[in-house]
């Protein structure tokens, strides 16, 4: 199986082409003929030289995700699904916002994490996605607008599909530096945002990259006992361990941080809830954004959405102590946008077409 080339960094490329007996400045042409002018085949890279297209031939393709499903929504929401080379499923999202056009990535096959609302969780992780296979999804969407030909770019890049990208980690770094890099999808770090359920060691690692990349932490609860009921994550890093790691982070790099909490009805969604979560983040105010997400429900788990009175009311509680937030606006819930629903249901109905056909078949 020959390697995706979205998975190298320039650096790895112009590396590669050398040791290959290529010219250094090589790299930038076939860089160039990548990101920016996008062609999804070596021989439409004009000013390349033979040998160079052959040898890249020989070792790397272009494109390995195909197209399975696409759904777009009123909103302008548009979702994917893509098959993998080993037939594994996984799902992409666009989000148009007035600011620009957003893309949602996933990073694992299924993800580990198992928190107790997340439909990806449901699933365990079966592998992790290349830097290839997340760089891939950014430029899928992206020759999806380029034959559109309205001149759209997706400027925005949330790393919150399926998977935890902190237990991924190397090959997350090598996928930023990719999209961020500026000789090709120049894409801002600072309009890039990493969302994790707080692998503590990883944000120290991520505090220490030296990249302006946002970092998101899914708090969800403001204390040990919920926060493990909702995420086992929580026993392995529990508070006294994250608000260290959320600490050095703020210091070593004074940005801000998204603190994601969902909203589930009767159980992390009261005012009692809210004064805990004001409370541990009094100190970091200035730094701190909360996102409070309202719940998208997920078939066979006992959560359900928390009602509009209940999400105002902790909204307010928070904004009269001071913490700054937000209520997450929703895209696409016509089409299961939510993280992973889409590509769930999509296996559920694999699960049963294939049972059908055993039970025809009398097994
Ligand atoms: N694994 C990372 C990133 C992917 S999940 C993380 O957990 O942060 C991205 C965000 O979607 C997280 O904040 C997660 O808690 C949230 N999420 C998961 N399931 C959801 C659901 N059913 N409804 C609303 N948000 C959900
Ligand atoms: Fe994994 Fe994030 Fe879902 Fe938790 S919320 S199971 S960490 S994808």
Redesign the pocket.
């Known amino acids: 199986m020959k390697t995706s080339i979205y998975g190298l960094t320039f650096e790895q490329l112009t590396d590669w082409l050398v040791d290959h007996g290529e010219k250094k400045f090589r790299s930038k042409q076939v860089w160039e003929w990548l990101y920016q002018k996008r062609v999804t085949d070596f021989d439409d890279m004009k000013n390349v030289n033979q040998s160079c297209i052959d040898v890249l031939k020989e070792n790397f393709t272009i494109e390995t995700l195909s197209e399975e499903i696409k759904q777009e929504s009123e909103d302008g929401t548009v979702k994917y699904l893509f098959k993998l080379h080993d037939g594994n499923i996984i799902e992409t999202v666009l989000m148009r916002f007035n600011y620009g056009l957003s893309v949602c990535v996933t990073t694992q096959v299924g ?5 107790s ?5 449901v699933l365990r992780k079966n592998r992790d996605l290349t830097g290839g296979e997340i760089t891939e999804q950014i430029m899928k969407v992206q020759h999806d607008l380029d034959g559109k030909q309205k001149g759209e770019r997706v400027s925005h890049i949330v790393v919150m599909g ?3 990208p902190f237990d991924n980690y190397d090959n997350l770094i090598d996928f930023l530096n990719v999209v961020n890099d500026k000789k090709g999808l120049s894409i801002g770090a600072r309009h890039i945002t990493v ?3 707080g692998i503590a060691p990883k944000m120290y690692e991520f505090a220490d990259e030296g990249i302006q990349i946002n970092l998101a932490l ?1 708090i969800h609860a403001p204390n040990n006992e919920l926060r493990t009921q909702i ?1 086992k ?1 929580n026993r392995a890093y529990p508070l006294e361990k994250l608000m260290p790691a959320i600490d050095y982070y703020l210091e070593k790099t004074n940005r801000r941080i998204t603190f994601e909490y969902i909203l589930l009805k009767d159980v992390n969604d009261h005012v009692k809830e809210a004064h805990q979560l004001a409370d541990l983040l009094m100190d970091k105010k200035h730094l701190s954004y909360v996102n409070l997400i309202p719940y998208n429900p997920v078939a066979d788990n006992p959560y359900e959405r928390s009602d509009k009175e209940a999400i105002l009311n902790f909204y307010q509680t928070l904004m009269d102590r001071g913490i700054k937030c937000g209520v997450r606006t929703e895209h696409g819930t016509d089409i299961d946008a939510a ?2 629903q889409l590509r769930s249901k999509q296996i559920e109905k694999e699960k049963a077409r294939k049972k059908g056909k055993k039970e025809k078949a009398g097994v």
């Open positions: 993800c580990n994490i198992g928190c609302f997340c439909a990806s969780g399926i998977g935890e969302s994790t359920s899914s995420m994550i993280c992973g």
